[in-house]
Structures are given as structure tokens and as C-alpha cells.
């Protein structure tokens, strides 16, 4: 469809637009449309940038992976859709490995998603050969590598379904997502949620990364004052009183 630029809410259109592309490319599924739908509703309600408590994850999470022994980046379909190159350039600074975990797992979608993540520059991307499972998890999203998600001890998680996260958490890994939804499940029990669109999400934990590299105590600092409620609070009050500012 063509979308003119002048369009206000033209970065929202080409985004919907990319994701029925990459449903038509066997990447996205029509449920991950569904997700999409529900984390642009919360970005909505924060004004479509990224807010002062999510700015804060967003700092822990580059502290957490830079600190890490084996951190992971995990992608399913949208993230791989939505930012592919992102998530790989962090995976480069960290450095990071990159496994594909997808809900909706079948050989032709795994071969899509990580075809996609070769093609956009991801040197080495674990996923096509599982040999280990998450514990408490039924299905084929349980499938994974022992050199990847199965070992790792940080994991970053974005656009991920909160049986997942709680599966990780519980094998005792500490896990960064990127949700939207300050009140979904993996929000909720992640070590460090990030509240905020994904594109923004990776740009910043970028930015931050290159900051604190090198810099124990700023490291240290970033983790230790981090706390999942505190962060949540903050993003529900930055939620009501910008809804409170347009009824004034
Ligand atoms: P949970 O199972 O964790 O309670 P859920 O059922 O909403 O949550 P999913 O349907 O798997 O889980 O959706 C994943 C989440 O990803 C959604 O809650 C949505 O807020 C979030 N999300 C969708 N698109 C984006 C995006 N572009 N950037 C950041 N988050 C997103």
C-alpha cells in the first residue's frame, strides 16, 4: 500500500505494513499480528517514546549482559520482523549469542526466521539443531540448544509470552524483556522489564552499552539500583498522569 509521508501516523502504517509482509513471508504469524496490536495500544498510552522508567531498564539490561558469562539474545518471528538489525548489533557489542525460540514452531518458520537473521548480518544463529528443552514448558517452544538458551545465565527476551519467561526465570536465569505491557506476565516476573517498543528498546541498550563497557563500578551501580516494582510503578504513573494532562 503506499503510504504518504505526511501521513501522522505513517512510522505506525509501514510497521503494520511490514508485519502482514513478513506474514506473508512465513516469519510472522497471524497471532503474532495480535501481539503487535496489544503492545501498540500501551505504546499509546506513553506517548510513543521512551519514558524515564524504561530509559532506567534499559541501562540495567546493558549492564546485565555486559556482566554476563553467556548471555543470550532470544528472537521469535515479530522481533525478528520487527528488528532484526537492532537485536544483532547488540548481540555484536555485547557480545551476545543469538538462539531462534519461536511459539509457533514448525521447520519451514524456524528456516525462515533464522534465513532472515542470516540475511540481515547475524554471523552464527543457534536454534536449527535443539538439543536440550526448557524445564516446565509442554510443546516445541521448550525445544533449545545447550550452547545457547539452555546455558545461559542473562537472557534478553523481547515481544516473549510469559509462560516462556517464567519457565527461564525458574531454571534460575536472570532475564531482560522488552514488552510493551508493563502488566503481562513477563513483565511481571522479569529481572529487568523494559517498557518500551522494541526499535527504541535496542537503540538505547546500544547506546548504554557503549557507555558503561568497561566501567565496573557504573556496571554494578546500574544493576544494583534497578528493582522490576519500582520500575513498573513508575511507568504506571508516567501512564496516568499523561492521561490525566489530556483531560486538563
Ligand atoms: P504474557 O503472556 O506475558 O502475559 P501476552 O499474552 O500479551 O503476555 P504475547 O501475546 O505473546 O504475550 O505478546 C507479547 C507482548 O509483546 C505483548 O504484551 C505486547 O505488549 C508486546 N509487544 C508487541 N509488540 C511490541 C513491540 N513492537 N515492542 C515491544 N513490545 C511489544
Redesign the pocket.
Known amino acids: 500500500m503506499d503510504i504518504p509521508k505526511s501521513h501522522p501516523r505513517y512510522k505506525s502504517l509501514m510497521t503494520r505494513e511490514l508485519l502482514v509482509e513478513m506474514v506473508g513471508k512465513g516469519i510472522v504469524t497471524p497471532t503474532g499480528l ?3 496490536g ?2 501498540e495500544a ?1 505504546d499509546y498510552l506513553m506517548g510513543e517514546r521512551t519514558i524515564a522508567p524504561a530509559e532506567r531498564a534499559e541501562c540495567a539490561a546493558a549492564a546485565m549482559l555486559l556482566s554476563a558469562e553467556n548471555p543470550v539474545i532470544c528472537i521469535n518471528g ?1 522481533a525478528a520482523a ?1 528488528d532484526a538489525e537492532g537485536l544483532i548489533r547488540i548481540a555484536e557489542a555485547v557480545p551476545a549469542k543469538i538462539e531462534v525460540n519461536l511459539f509457533h514452531r514448525t521447520p519451514d518458520r524456524m528456516e525462515a526466521v533464522i534465513s532472515h537473521l542470516e540475511s540481515k548480518g547475524a554471523g552464527s544463529v543457534l536454534g536449527r539443531v535443539p538439543d536440550e528443552r526448557i524445564p516446565g514448558l509442554e510443546h516445541d517452544r521448550a525445544l533449545c540448544t545447550r550452547e545457547g538458551i539452555w546455558s545461559s545465565d542473562v537472557i534478553l527476551v ?6 516462556r ?1 517464567e519457565a527461564l526465570i525458574a531454571m534460575g536465569k536472570k532475564v531482560i524483556s ?4 508493563l502488566l ?3 513483565s511481571r516476573v522479569a529481572t529487568v522489564p523494559i517498557c ?3 526499535t527504541r528498546a535496542t537503540a538505547n541498550i546500544l547506546r548504554f552499552t557503549d557507555e558503561l563497557r568497561g566501567n565496573r563500578d557504573a556496571i554494578i551501580k546500574a544493576m544494583d539500583d534497578f528493582s522490576n516494582l519500582e520500575c513498573r510503578k513508575e511507568t504506571l504513573d508516567a501512564i496516568c498522569d499523561s492521561l490525566r494532562a489530556e483531560f486538563e
Not at 158 to 163: A, K, L, N, T
Request: aromatic residues 4%.
Open positions: 495480535i501481539s503487535h496489544r503492545g500501551y515479530n520487527l523481547p515481544i516473549e509470552d510469559g509462560d519467561a522488552i514488552d510493551l505491557n503481562s506476565r513477563t518500551d517498543e522494541i
